[in-house]
């Protein structure tokens, strides 16, 4: 542990206790983690393993189909690979399906048995209810056909400088244009948003298999699918102009003053998950800990902050008498209930808060919004990963604790 003062500009003087970065998860301590039949028995030790120090490149992949909502973590070994065979079959007849219909000269159709014909016995049922039940989805052809312009657009833009991506034959494009077709056409809405190409990038570098990945990153997309949509955008940027508010009053009414209180220049940051701010090594390990979802406002470790600071304020209205941790509601001021506090306040924008507080010297000198948004653009790659983490775990437990005063003081005004 390590202990930061928080400076004037965060409206706190006292210290804080947060995590050093740890070691990545390794193969070892992973499968300790699984009950004899394979169940994953103790999620809250993965996620804050994971948050503290990210997942070792050995094991990196089998941890993602838990961490993304792919493999439910109480299933067992056995209904993880009839899980992953059936959703190999339900990804190739969506795929099939899409391409008979909407390029029937291309991909000549075929009925759901003849389709089957190369399986093996033990795939086709699967594979023909699969393909049924994907005949039986309306395809909004105009729709459809806008969002696979868009993606053959996209595609070969996608991290080409990556290995991963290099070379105009490259088969993960094509994995690439695929899944992101697929899930266009049979999720309407949002369909596809650019911005996925570089999400899904992520997703395929480490899962590294066509039908995988699409489940994962089907996933991954039903706890983001709203931040992808213009109404979900709008609320994010104002979520995180609200927090900057609360954090740092100063940079924000400055910003405000120069005009740049839209804060649309963090964008990018919340919609791929700071991806291009930080070299790919590090882009991985973040939105991994940031899928860990291990400290956010609605955890035990937030709740248990708030308790450490009533707690505090209890034994201060005792004349600073030392007080039993269990003691409980010493003084009515001192009764604040965890359903009170707003957690909508997500860990990702206590990575932006970091940011933005790191560098506030050079926000309060901008002019123009110009400036601010042309000095956010040129921080790619040039931010420490480790730093920027454990101020935003400073940021964190400080907002849980103050909230705590700031509904106290809210009652003795009512």
Known sequence: FHLFVFPESFGFNKGFVVSMRKDPLTKKKWESLFDEDGRLIREKELRKHVFDGGIDEEIRREVWFFLLGYFPFYSTKREREVLVRERQMEYRALLEQWRETIYPEQFPPKDAFSAADDLDPEDQFVFIQARLKAMS????????KDSLRVVEKDVPRTDRENDYFKGDDNIHLQWLSNILSTYAVFHQEPGYVQGMNDVLAVILMVIDHEADAYWVFTKYLETIQKDFM????????RTLESLLGIMDPEVWKHLVKIDAG????????????FKREFAAIDAIRLFEILCSHHLELSSIEASRERD????EVRQRNLGGA???PSLKKATVEADVEEKHFDTKYKFTL????AILHDHRNFLLSCSTMPDVFQFINGLSEKMDLDAVL???EEAFFKYCRQSVQSIIEEDREG
């Open 308 to 311: 450490k600071e009533r707690r």
């Open 230 to 237: 213009a109404d979900g955008m709008v609320e994010n940027i």
């Open 322 to 324: 030392i007080l039993d």
């Open 137 to 144: 989805f309306t395809i909004d052809l105009d729709m459809a």
């Open 390 to 392: 454990a101020q935003a």
């Open 350 to 353: 206590f990575v932006c808060i």
């Open 262 to 273: 839209d804060m649309f220049y963090c964008h990018r940051w919340l919609l791929l998950g």
